[in-house]
Nanobody, 115 residues
């Protein structure tokens, strides 16, 4: 069983930066797909970035060049560095880990970009 806890969200001005962290309580393997999703009010949850089993990284077009996902296997932690934040990045951000048998989600962390 894997439990995920996100942190690092908050209120930031447009153009600012935040780094989200997702700590896993159980062991997550480097070949498991790990990613970040977000859900804005009234919208569906969407993929932001993920590291797939091959090690390749996918980004949503809206965040390319601004966000960077990384993983520290020794710490069982996944990060999302978010730069040049825009008001449209405002959402609840969720961490996701996919094992061969299950898909695990964190509780989410709120990111608000506003002046």
């Amino acid at each position: 069983q894997v439990q995920l806890v996100e942190s690092g969200g908050g209120l930031v001005q447009p153009g600012g930066s935040l780094r989200l962290s997702c700590a896993a309580s159980g062991r997550i393997f480097s070949f498991w797909t790990t990613g970040w999703y977000r859900q804005a009010p009234g919208k569906q949850r969407e993929l932001v970035a993920r590291i797939i089993s091959s090690g390749s990284i996918n980004y949503a077009d809206s965040v390319k060049g601004r966000f960077a996902i990384s993983r520290d296997n020794a710490r069982n932690t996944v990060y999302l560095q978010m730069n040049s934040l825009k008001p449209e990045d405002t959402a609840v951000y969720f961490c996701n880990v996919v094992s061969p048998r299950n898909s695990y989600w964190g509780q989410g962390t709120q990111v608000t970009v506003s002046s």
